[in-house]
């Protein structure tokens, strides 16, 4: 079964650090590029990072740009975002999703992160 699963999400005091991970089965699964996106309370979901599988290239919202880092491990088909110097505003739901070279791009269940103020 084809699938992304989060993993990493808690509650963080402002100012911390948090990493977070995803997942993307089966480890057969060829992918094009991985990403994070967030949904704050009462908002629509953001874009946060993505990275390039192939090549490794990333890009970050203006927003994380500086306090964010993607990274991948191609061998465990797994993406991380490291997140740093966190803000009250960056409390959200953290989704995972996995672009395939073929089929349907998918969506993990997201992971929760709290940063208290």
């Known amino acids: 079964q084809e699938q992304v699963v989060e993993s990493g999400g808690g509650l963080v005091e402002a100012g911390g650090s948090l990493r977070l991970s995803c997942v993307a089965s089966?480890?057969?699964?060829?992918?094009?590029?991985m990403a994070w996106s967030r949904q704050a309370p009462g908002k629509e979901r953001e874009f946060v990072a993505r990275?390039?599988?192939?090549?490794?290239?990333?890009n970050y919202a203006d927003d994380v740009k500086g306090r964010f880092t993607i990274s991948k491990d191609n061998a465990k088909n797994t993406v991380f975002l490291d997140m740093k110097s966190l803000k009250p505003e960056g409390t959200a739901i953290y989704y995972c999703?996995?672009?395939?070279?073929?089929?349907?791009?998918?969506w993990g269940q997201g992971t929760q992160v709290t940063v208290s103020s």
């Open positions: 999703n996995a672009r395939p070279l073929v089929g349907r791009e998918m």
């Open positions: 990275i390039n599988w192939i090549s490794g290239s990333t």
């Open positions: 089966p480890r057969s699964l060829s992918i094009a590029d």
